[in-house]
């Protein structure tokens, strides 16, 4: 086993184990552990969760901030990209959100696009 | 210009950093155009169930035609624009895209157009575009069909062309009038049914809006012909209302709506 492995596996470990916390109402101690994590290893979906557990907290700031962490270290990342935009969405910020949704429009989920369409009719 | 050099143009050598925006600035927008100018005199033909647009370019006009149709079928000689155009409007299945050679509709079905719109290309080509794209019209349009075709009239002012006492020719073609346009409808079985004659940033009346039926349709009627000198005029009022109604002045409230239209194409 590579130490890269390693790394790869732990990161997943944090992943799982954030999800859970998050799951649980734990989101502060999700974004400790994931925080942890990123400080050894930079990767998209690990701010992506970062975000995520910022934005289950109410912290849309830092949520915002850690999403577009992620699209810088992947441009192509959908998940970040789709919840960056519900975050701009849920602050009536319509202009910001639309050149970051469109490319992702067609590969929206039912929910997401329900949800969407919730943020833009209300 | 010939067919080579508007391929050249339009997908090679034109930076379309605007996608055609720049073009209506004039307006004030492609909107106030929209709006204003273009939406007034074609909306006794709109909506409608299969329209035609010849020469999209990035898709300035497809924007609002894709509203107005059940079935919007996009033609351009330049590969790029058909490209940017996919992209800009990824989401609505109901555009078909295709890249022909300029001057035939092979790819559009016989009797199958309820309404073609062409505005702000057609001017850069010359009459046997024009002529091609007449006889092509009088097989593609549907039984009703209307056709509504911007194209050059600098074929008029052949003599202060030859002379360099034009005050603007702005690209069009010289070969084109609003004669000839009439003249193919006839020859093709078509009904010229009425065409404005108007001047474009120059005080000439270097371009014309014609519009076209199948002979015998309910739009059929004698050519009712307008020499329309106050084009410009009409655009400075445009433009001079468009910052108190147009998207830029409620950026945010544009953004919502477009947003809410892309999610009800991808359903």
């Known amino acids: ?122 | 210009m010939q067919i080579q050099e508007n391929l050249s143009v339009w997908d090679k050598s034109y930076v379309w950093t605007q996608a055609g925006e720049e073009w209506s600035a004039t307006w004030g927008s492609a909107e106030a155009q929209w709006f204003g100018c273009l939406y007034p005199r074609i909306h006794n033909f709109v909506p409608a169930p299969t329209i035609l647009e010849i020469a999209p370019g990035h898709g300035r006009w497809t924007k609002y035609l894709k509203d107005l149709a059940s079935q919007l079928l996009i033609v351009d000689i330049a590969p790029n624009c058909i490209e940017a155009c996919r992209e800009r409007f990824l989401g609505s299945s109901h555009i078909s895209g295709f890249v022909n050679d300029g001057m035939h509709l092979d790819m559009v079905p016989d009797g199958s157009v309820d309404f073609a719109f062409s505005v702000d290309s057609l001017v850069h080509a010359e009459s046997d575009v024009l002529e091609s794209y007449v006889a092509e019209m009088s097989r593609k349009l549907a039984p009703e069909g209307v056709g509504f075709f911007h194209h050059s009239n600098l074929g008029e002012y052949a003599q202060q062309l030859d002379s360099g006492k034009m005050t603007g020719s702005h690209g069009r073609a010289p070969s084109m009038t609003a004669e000839k346009f009439a003249m193919y409808c006839a020859q093709f079985n078509l009904a010229c049914i009425g065409q404005e004659i108007v001047n474009w940033g120059s005080e000439e009346l270097t371009d014309c809006f014609s519009v076209f039926t199948r002979k015998g349709s309910r739009w059929d009627r004698p050519n009712l012909i307008h020499r329309n000198g106050g084009f410009m005029a009409e655009a400075a009022v445009l433009r001079s209302l468009s910052p108190l109604y147009c998207d830029a002045a409620w950026p945010e409230e544009a953004a919502r709506r477009t947003l809410l239209s892309a999610l009800d194409s991808v359903g």
């Open chain 1, 1 to 122: 086993m590579s130490i890269t492995d390693n790394v790869g596996q732990r990161i997943c470990h944090v992943q799982e184990e954030a999800a859970r916390l998050i799951q649980e109402g734990r989101p502060a101690e999700a974004a400790t552990k994931l925080l942890a994590m990123l400080t050894e290893c930079q990767t998209a979906d690990l701010w992506n969760d970062l975000a995520t557990a910022a934005y289950i907290s109410g912290d849309l700031v830092a949520s915002e901030r850690a999403y577009r962490q992620a699209l810088i270290l992947d441009t192509s990342n959908r998940q970040a990209a789709v919840n960056l935009s519900f975050v701009l969405l849920k602050q009536s910020r319509f202009a910001e959100s639309l050149p970051i949704i469109t490319p992702h429009l067609v590969s929206l989920t039912s929910d997401e696009s329900a949800a969407m369409r919730g943020l833009v009719t209300r």
